[in-house]
């Protein structure tokens, strides 16, 4: 079988600066984080520093925990980010609100030792993408990997982000296992010199070809 392709995400970006040299490898995804417990957290004085950038055909990625949808709201129509990554308990109904406004969702789901697909049928209508994460102390940027195999032989019926303490070298095992249905890898503190820092080294193996 030959190697997927897999699309890039960069999570937790903030830094003007080391924004501006990523988006040099263009990435298909970055990500900013708007939870206020995480080491990541993007200020809105930032993201407005942001917006002078040109990111081309980088996709920003607005990454919320349980936030309420008329924020999320208020923050896509200032213009900070084109779809939102979900990683607390939404409801079905929460997020209903938020594709009526036209928000494309990425909706995140932790996996553990084992993973109960039956998770999956509420959001199935209403995600466009979904993603895997390990399960851990926060609801994100753990830094740690899950087993892949638990999702091997899962019916995944939208194309979904693997995530979880992914590293450079995972890439490549990512595209030799070829989990139907997955799209992308989604990136972050594996490749930091400090939370929100991403190191450009690892961003350029990444993203060279
Ligand atoms: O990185 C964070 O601080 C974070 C906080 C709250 C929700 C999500 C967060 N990050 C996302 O978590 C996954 C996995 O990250 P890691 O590779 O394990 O560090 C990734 O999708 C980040 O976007």
Redesign the pocket.
Known sequence: MLPVKLKIKI??MRDFENVKNVLKHQPDYM?F?F?EK???IVTEEQMDKLLNLNFGATKRVG?F?NESPDRIIELFEKGYFDLI?L?GDESPEDIIKLKYEGIEIIK?FSVGEYFDPAILKKYEQIADYF?F??KGL???????KFNWNVLQGVKISKPFFL????EVSDLKLAQLMGIDNMIAL?????IELLPGLKDLDEVEKLLKD
């Open positions: 999570c937790g990500g984080i939870y995480s080491q990541r990454v925990v990554q990683h995140v993603l994460d390990t926060n609801p994100g940027g753990n830094g740690v995530s979880g303490g992914l989604d990136y972050n503190s594996k």
